[in-house]
Structure formats: C-alpha cells, structure tokens
C-alpha cells in the first residue's frame, strides 16, 4: 500500500511539473501599434524641429523590427541608418544608448559593445516602455550631439505617455 502512495504521489507531482510546464509554453506579450510608432516618430521629429534640428526618427518593435520612420526636411542621409541602429541597440539592451555610450567609456570590458554588428553607441536611442516591459524603442539621428537626439526622443515618449499604460 506505501508503494503505491509513493507512485500516486509521484504522478502528481509529475503532472503538476507538466501542467507549468504547459502554462508558459505560449507567452504573451505586449508590443507597439503602427499607430503608436507613427506618432513617436511624428512627436521624435517635432520636437528636433522646434529646436531647429533636422533630424530622422525611427521606431522598433520589441524585437527590433521597424515600425515607423519620419525623416524631416533637410535631413542628412546619415541620419536614416544612425536612427535605426539607435533604436535596435536600444530596443536589444532595453537601455538607452547614452547611457550605454557612457558606460563603454568607463567600462573597458563594455567597450567590446561596439563590435557587435548593428550596435550604435552614441545618444538618441531609448526604450520605449509600459511599466517595466520594453515594447520597443525610438532612435533619432541628426541633431548636434547625441544628448539633444535623446531629448528630442525623450520629450516624444513624454507626448505619448498616456498611451504607454
């Protein structure tokens, strides 16, 4: 009779063990609307433009994947790549570029950063955020220094923040 206790209590455990395992199989996962990229980057490149920058303002998904850019007048061809690679290294590290690019210099061992493909440290990407989950980042590109592309995204996320809940 103890063995066979010992068998029920075991193939319940067992089943317990597969029905969490089953629990988190499927994820789910919150992510940005076309909408909502659109107008961080609308907001992104307003904002450069009431301080007189032209600038270009791309915005990821979680994983990384371009959902809106806006380019303004005048803006230097550069920009388009320097915004995205911004908002990938962003929306990769959940952290914002500047504050990686500040880190690297400090950090000799985060220095190596750098040589992943597609990584931009330099300011003006930062993540884009519902509570503590990054659903995305912005990137902007083309203003006189990366710490003015960072307000310029900062103050899009602070236009936008309604919608971040």
């Known amino acids: 009779m103890r063995k066979i206790h010992t068998l029920t209590a075991i193939a319940l455990l067992a089943a317990a063990g597969f029905a969490s395992a089953q629990s988190t199989a499927v994820r789910t996962e919150k992510n940005m609307s076309l909408d909502l990229a659109n107008?961080?980057?609308?907001?992104?490149?307003?904002?450069?433009?009431?301080?007189?920058?032209?600038?270009?303002?791309t915005v990821v998904d979680r994983a990384g994947t371009v959902r809106a850019v806006q380019r303004a007048d005048?803006?230097?061809p550069h920009t388009l790549a320097a915004s995205q690679q911004k908002a990938w290294t962003s929306a990769s590290a959940k952290n914002t570029t500047l504050a990686m690019m500040e880190g690297a210099q400090k950090n000799p061992a985060a220095a190596n950063l750098v040589y992943i493909p597609g990584?931009?440290?330099l300011g003006g990407g930062v993540p884009v955020k519902v509570g503590n989950d990054v659903i995305g980042a912005?990137?902007?590109?083309?203003?006189?220094?990366?710490?003015?592309?960072e307000q310029c995204a900062m103050a899009a996320l602070e236009k936008v923040k309604?919608?971040?809940k």
């Open 119 to 121: 990584y931009l440290l």
């Open 39 to 57: 107008q961080i980057a609308a907001a992104s490149v307003a904002a450069c433009s009431a301080n007189g920058y032209a600038v270009t303002a």
């Open 162 to 164: 309604d919608l971040l």
């Open 138 to 149: 912005v990137g902007v590109g083309g203003a006189p220094g990366g710490h003015l592309d």
């Open 74 to 76: 005048n803006a230097g």
